[in-house]
């Protein structure tokens, strides 16, 4: 009975924190999201602009969210990797520096202003809405 009981404090356990850290990313439940005149689907994993389209995968998908919900915030790269990779992540800032190369690239191919992902020099990166 013990282990039973403690099996399900542990599974309690589990789906708090992963509400909880759910909640704090702040990320869209799957909905389509849009900043100035482009389109994110997630779940189709692209990005419209018109009639031109971008597949991105998920954790492009996952961080282009997070810049859009947090507008004109300056977000730590601790954070970003954090909240994108997880808690369980080890790697270096680069991992994060290159990934935002590819996002600034893949905004460039549908029109969109590669320049909305604005470098906060030793610090991190701040969406620049319209």
Not at 1 to 10: E, L, V
Not at 42 to 67: A, D, I, N, W, Y
Not at 88 to 116: F, N
Request: net charge positive.
């Amino acid at each position: 009975m013990a282990i039973i009981f403690s099996r399900n404090r542990a599974c309690v356990f589990e789906q708090t924190f992963l509400l909880r850290r759910n909640r704090s990313s702040g990320l869209s439940d799957g909905s389509p999201q849009s900043f100035g005149d482009c389109l994110l689907d997630p779940k189709t994993f692209e990005l419209k602009r018109g009639k031109k389209s971008v597949s991105l995968s998920p954790r492009e998908v996952k961080l282009l969210q997070l810049f859009i919900t947090h507008s004109n915030e300056v977000l730590s790269r601790d954070r970003l990797l954090n909240e994108i990779w997880g808690y369980e992540y080890y790697g270096t800032t680069r991992t994060l520096d290159q990934a935002i190369v590819q996002l600034r690239k893949k905004l460039a191919d549908v029109g969109a202003d590669p320049k909305q992902i604005a470098t906060v020099h030793a610090y991190g990166y701040r969406w620049v809405s319209d």
